[in-house]
């Protein structure tokens, strides 16, 4: 199973910018999609989007369509996803997580590998 570990969160302004790494070790990412989660306070986990093994392909939740990119370096064995233009209600615990499946859909079950998460909370 690979070990995933996030990090870059913390605090920025509205309409600012955040960057997030998760790094991976035990297993080389090339062979998994790789997708990002998050859970706001009293709200369940939510898919925030996904990225295909080679890192051609990309889905989002509509809520940050246009504003977040997910990119991958399989070489270093990293997943990346960039913040722009963040809201409050952005505010959440980022997880990301890897899955097996060859095509996972956007919800947790698809998904077996997973961070220990990174906080990002974002000011008015």
């Known amino acids: 199973q690979v070990r995933l570990v996030e990090s870059g969160g913390g605090l920025a302004q509205a309409g600012g910018s955040l960057r997030l790494s998760c790094a991976a070790s035990g297993r080389t990412l090339s062979n998994l999609v790789m997708a990002w989660f998050r859970q706001a306070p009293g709200k369940e986990r939510e898919f925030v989007g996904k990225?295909?093994?080679?890192?051609?392909?990309?889905y989002y939740a509509d809520s940050v369509k246009g504003r977040f990119t997910i990119s991958r370096d399989n070489a270093k064995n990293t997943l990346y996803m960039r913040l722009n233009s963040l809201k409050p209600e952005d505010t959440a615990v980022y997880y990301c997580?890897?899955?097996?499946?060859?095509?996972?859909?956007?919800?947790?079950?698809?998904?077996?590998?997973w961070g220990q998460g990174t906080q990002v909370t974002v000011s008015s």
């Open positions: 990225i295909s093994r080679a890192g051609s392909s990309t």
């Open positions: 997580a890897a899955s097996e499946y060859r095509a996972p859909g956007p919800t947790m079950a698809d998904f077996t590998s």
